[in-house]
């Protein structure tokens, strides 16, 4: 059996701490379970009542005449512990502590280490601390502070939530959109008890059809990503990840350092997931409400219909920003809108979005015109926009009304109608009612069916991921190993350029041929083999930004210019480095610049990253980061999806690349990064691309320790 079940069915919960203070926290728990309806058995514990509230009161859950299923404690943060214990002793099968004072106060983090001990000693499940609780309105059950919870009304949503007042403020949001929630729960401290748990639970609830997530961060992020991946091909997940300060500045090493963040990373790890990231609470609730109303539609094509021409303009725009399209009208389509309209209204309807202002005082007009769009063979959604006028907006209303009640509301469908003082609540609460949501502002419903369409992209990718498993590429593991483990031996963990570049070649990267040098005259030998011009480079574990200090030097050809170069470039770096070496290389053709890097983060694992590149890639930051093990498609998504991938497809006369040879790089970059777990980070910039090549020029590898 889930053992979550019991949280959210339980048959007896004792409430220790238990008040007659309905201003105390211990009253307003009890409250809370008295008033919501619950049928299963309540203990109030307070050693110094014999009765709360008219319900019989025990001084000790160790005195209960049976057991419990779930304990309830709102106790003092000192006395939490020994609560704990006691709800073990008496065998409890879960507990949700209410009580504040742990970690989040400077003071109680050893406290709250103590009650992990107990709960992994007794093998007691908790919910919190600092927790709101938990609601199930399936069987009217309130375990939380706050009594009026009871008022939120049954439906699709489960929501978890980080923090317990964002779990007020989104369940009272959804009350607000009348949309129902099945179950609600606020993690607190999340003590045992994770987002992964929780969502595992309601992925097998059949009531429940749409997940919501609040998170401010977690210590394991890719055990509730692993957990995501197994539900949201049938069920959609929707999260929002508060955007937090990147106060730590990794740009010490590499430029995938620097880029890499926090926020970033939970984006992509939501997109590998098939999680639907969500950038506010209203767009959490507007993405709520489609998707638990609409049918999943085919494609990204709109069709809309607008009474005023500026509601259309500002949901086209916003919609084609989210990734939606206009749908281009079928020829048949458009003769039949002019056949139903009047001479007044003709010359303004030929085009999507169609502007049916002149259309509104007849109910059939507008009724023909939705009924034609929703028809059109090119059109896989349906937008209606009107803003309140008490002459016309009955027609508008009604006209939605009676093509529902026909059965010919046959793809997803949003209406966007606002309600001045209240003007249309009634109408508009019934149209809800026949699945079709309702949205006030015109953005914010772009958003929404936005939202809609990549759940259904979401479903459509994960079909082909079945069938497109992440794959390792050949390796010379030996030869690799011999590489790191001379570099470990020396007490080094930054790798020379001359290394890292034979490292990466292990695993049949291309790379620029390198030799290192001694001297000026050598340098003279080394590039007449090579061939000019040539490139020379400081070769030091100390000096990893080499351009920085002038320690790269391009574009070298007769005998007189290299032996200059090479006198200057090691001057330069003897300032950093006594033992500083020198490398020769030849000069790479000019082509298109990228940056492909990796990153082991502490909260993520293995990260790989794909950008423009060059010395402005930090400025520009048009990057994209996949989380490790990758396969092609995904490879092949995150080259397409950064802003500069036009420059790749022959952008302004620029010749067309194939994409392959750099899925291929970021393919083995996945293999060395995942079979060798010291790597912390590697930095190719710049690997330049030609039409069917791609060549690591200069590349950067840290490891571990």
């Given at each position: 059996?889930?053992?979550?079940?019991?949280?959210?069915?339980?048959?007896?919960?004792?409430?220790?701490?238990?008040?007659?203070?309905?201003?105390?926290?211990?009253?307003?728990?009890?409250?809370?379970?008295?008033?919501?309806?619950?049928?299963?058995?309540?203990?109030?514990?307070?050693?110094?009542?014999?009765?709360?509230?008219?319900?019989?009161?025990?001084?000790?859950?160790?005195?209960?005449?049976?057991?419990?299923?779930?304990?309830?404690?709102?106790?003092?943060?000192?006395?939490?512990?020994?609560?704990?214990?006691?709800?073990?002793?008496?065998?409890?099968?879960?507990?949700?502590?209410?009580?504040?004072?742990?970690?989040?106060?400077?003071?109680?983090?050893?406290?709250?280490?103590?009650?992990?001990?107990?709960?992994?000693?007794?093998?007691?499940?908790?919910?919190?601390?600092?927790?709101?609780?938990?609601?199930?309105?399936?069987?009217?059950?309130?375990?939380?502070?706050?009594?009026?919870?009871?008022?939120?009304?049954?439906?699709?949503?489960?929501?978890?939530?980080?923090?317990?007042?964002?779990?007020?403020?989104?369940?009272?949001?959804?009350?607000?959109?009348?949309?129902?929630?099945?179950?609600?729960?606020?993690?607190?401290?999340?003590?045992?008890?994770?987002?992964?748990?929780?969502?595992?639970?309601?992925?097998?609830?059949?009531?429940?059809?749409?997940?919501?997530?609040?998170?401010?961060?977690?210590?394991?992020?890719?055990?509730?990503?692993?957990?995501?991946?197994?539900?949201?091909?049938?069920?959609?997940?929707?999260?929002?990840?508060?955007?937090?300060?990147?106060?730590?500045?990794r740009a010490a090493f590499s430029h995938t350092g620097t880029l890499t963040g926090s926020f970033y990373l939970y984006q992509t790890a939501f997109r590998d997931a098939g999680i639907i990231g969500v950038t506010s609470i209203d767009e959490l609730i507007d993405t709520a409400k489609i998707l638990s109303l609409s049918p999943i539609p085919r494609g990204n094509r709109v069709g809309i219909a607008t009474v005023q021409a500026g509601l259309g303009i500002i949901f086209t725009s916003v919609a084609e920003q989210e990734g939606l399209k206009l749908a281009e009208l079928e020829h048949s389509t458009i003769e039949a809108l002019d056949n139903c309209l009047s001479s007044m209204a003709r010359y303004t309807l030929h085009s999507n979005p169609i502007d049916i202002t002149f259309g509104v005082s007849d109910k059939q007009i507008i009724i023909q015109t939705l009924r034609l769009i929703m028809q059109d063979n090119n059109v896989d959604m349906v937008a209606l926009l009107n803003t309140h006028h008490p002459e016309y907006t009955p027609n508008i209303l009604e006209a939605v009304e009676q093509l529902a009640a026909a059965g010919e509301i046959t793809k997803p469908f949003v209406l966007m109608q606002d309600s001045p003082a209240e003007a249309n609540d009634s109408k508009l609460k019934d149209i809800e009612r026949k699945n079709i949501p309702v949205y006030r502002l015109p953005d914010r419903m772009a958003r929404a069916?936005?939202?809609?369409?990549?759940?259904?992209?979401?479903?459509?990718?994960?079909?082909?991921?079945?069938?497109?498993?992440?794959?390792?590429?050949?390796?010379?593991?030996?030869?690799?190993?011999?590489?790191?483990?001379?570099?470990?031996?020396?007490?080094?963990?930054?790798?020379?350029?001359?290394?890292?570049?034979?490292?990466?070649?292990?695993?049949?990267?291309?790379?620029?041929?390198?030799?290192?040098?001694?001297?000026?005259?050598?340098?003279?030998?080394?590039?007449?083999?090579?061939?000019?011009?040539?490139?020379?480079?400081?070769?030091?574990?100390?000096?990893?930004?080499?351009?920085?200090?002038?320690?790269?030097?391009?574009?070298?050809?007769?005998?007189?210019?290299?032996?200059?170069?090479?006198?200057?470039?090691?001057?330069?770096?003897?300032?950093?480095?006594?033992?500083?070496?020198?490398?020769?290389?030849?000069?790479?053709?000019?082509?298109?610049?990228?940056?492909?890097?990796?990153?082991?983060?502490?909260?993520?694992?293995?990260?790989?990253?794909?950008?423009?590149?060059?010395?402005?890639?930090?400025?520009?930051?048009?990057?994209?980061?996949?989380?490790?093990?990758?396969?092609?498609?995904?490879?092949?998504?995150?080259?397409?999806?950064?802003?500069?991938?036009?420059?790749?497809?022959?952008?302004?006369?620029?010749?067309?690349?194939?994409?392959?040879?750099?899925?291929?790089?970021?393919?083995?970059?996945?293999?060395?990064?995942?079979?060798?777990?010291?790597?912390?980070?590697?930095?190719?910039?710049?690997?330049?691309?030609?039409?069917?090549?791609?060549?690591?020029?200069?590349?950067?590898?840290?490891?571990?320790?």
């Open positions: 059996m889930d053992l979550l079940n019991y949280f959210f069915n339980p048959k007896s919960v004792a409430v220790i701490g238990a008040s007659s203070d309905s201003y105390k926290a211990g009253g307003l728990c009890l409250m809370s379970l008295l008033q919501c309806g619950y049928k299963g058995t309540i203990y109030p514990i307070n050693p110094h009542h014999e009765e709360i509230f008219g319900v019989i009161t025990y001084p000790s859950v160790t005195e209960l005449p049976e057991t419990f299923d779930i304990g309830l404690i709102v106790v003092p943060s000192q006395a939490v512990k020994e609560a704990v214990l006691d709800c073990a002793r008496a065998g409890a099968k879960g507990v949700i502590i209410i009580s504040s004072g742990f970690k989040e106060a400077e003071t109680g983090q050893e406290l709250e280490k103590e009650i992990l001990q107990s709960a992994i000693e007794t093998g007691v499940k908790i919910i919190g601390p600092n927790t709101l609780g938990l609601i199930n309105t399936a069987c009217s059950l309130n375990l939380s502070f706050v009594p009026f919870l009871k008022e939120v009304p049954r439906g699709p949503i489960g929501l978890i939530s980080q923090s317990g007042g964002v779990c007020m403020l989104v369940l009272y949001a959804l009350l607000n959109e009348n949309i129902g929630t099945s179950k609600a729960v606020a993690l607190g401290n999340r003590c045992n008890v994770e987002f992964s748990d929780i969502l595992a639970h309601f992925g097998s609830d059949p009531e429940i059809k749409v997940v919501l997530m609040y998170l401010e961060g977690i210590e394991n992020p890719r055990l509730l990503l692993e957990e995501a991946k197994k539900i949201t091909m049938f069920k959609p997940v929707v999260a929002y990840k508060v955007r937090g300060s990147e106060a730590v500045n069916l936005a939202n809609l369409y990549r759940y259904a992209d979401i479903r459509q990718k994960k079909e082909t991921i079945i069938s497109e498993q992440s794959s390792q590429a050949a390796l010379d593991e030996a030869k690799a190993k011999f590489i790191l483990a001379g570099v470990e031996q020396e007490g080094r963990n930054v790798l020379t350029e001359p290394e890292a570049k034979e490292f990466l070649s292990t695993a049949g990267i291309s790379v620029t041929p390198v030799k290192t040098i001694e001297s000026s005259e050598e340098a003279c030998r080394a590039a007449a083999s090579l061939g000019t011009p040539v490139v020379l480079k400081l070769v030091s574990p100390l000096i990893v930004h080499k351009s920085d200090i002038g320690g790269v030097m391009l574009n070298l050809a007769g005998e007189k210019e290299i032996k200059e170069a090479y006198e200057e470039i090691i001057l330069k770096g003897r300032c950093f480095d006594p033992l500083v070496r020198v490398s020769i290389q030849p000069m790479a053709p000019p082509g298109i610049e990228v940056i492909i890097g990796a990153i082991t983060d502490n909260q993520f694992g293995p990260v790989i990253m794909f950008g423009l590149g060059g010395t402005t890639v930090e400025v520009y930051h048009d990057v994209s980061f996949r989380l490790l093990p990758l396969n092609t498609l995904a490879a092949r998504e995150m080259i397409q999806e950064i802003k500069g991938f036009s420059l790749l497809q022959g952008y302004r006369g620029r010749v067309v690349v194939n994409l392959e040879p750099i899925v291929d790089i970021l393919m083995k970059i996945s293999t060395l990064v995942t079979t060798f777990t010291q790597i912390k980070e590697i930095d190719m910039n710049p690997v330049i691309v030609y039409p069917n090549k791609a060549l690591v020029v200069d590349s950067r590898i840290l490891l571990t320790g």
